[in-house]
Nanobody
Framework: QVHLVESGGGLVQPGGSLRLSCAASGFTFSNYALGWYRQAPGKERELVAV????????YSADSVKGRFTASRDNSKQTIYLQMNSLKPEDTAVYYCYGRDFWGQGTQVNVSS
């Protein structure tokens, strides 16, 4: 069974950084592209970044370009989202998505 488990969220001040992780199991990880989504209170879930099987970030939302970077480590079956220069509007629950499955999400709060 597919499992996606996010971690790394927390409270950070504006301008700070966080790195999210998503550990995957239950499928051949290296064969699939995966994505990071986020959902802020009262808003729809939005796609933040996509990383292909080669480790290239093939998509990033305009709102995070130049600040967020997705990466993966196939040996650890884990994808990452490095988030720099965080802004209050980045506050959301962040989810990873792959093989039609969602993780449970990890909360990111950006506040002074």
């Amino acid at each position: 069974q597919v499992h996606l488990v996010e971690s790394g969220g927390g409270l950070v001040q504006p301008g700070g950084s966080l790195r999210l992780s998503c550990a995957a199991s239950g499928f051949t990880f290296s064969n699939y592209a995966l994505g990071w989504y986020r959902q802020a209170p009262g808003k729809e879930r939005e796609l933040v970044a996509v990383i292909n099987t080669f480790g290239d970030m093939t998509y990033s939302a305009d709102s995070v370009k130049g600040r967020f970077t997705a990466s993966r480590d196939n040996s650890k079956q884990t994808i990452y989202l490095q988030m720099n220069s965080l802004k209050p509007e980045d506050t959301a629950v962040y989810y990873c998505y792959g093989r039609d499955f969602w993780g449970q999400g990890t909360q990111v709060n950006v506040s002074s």
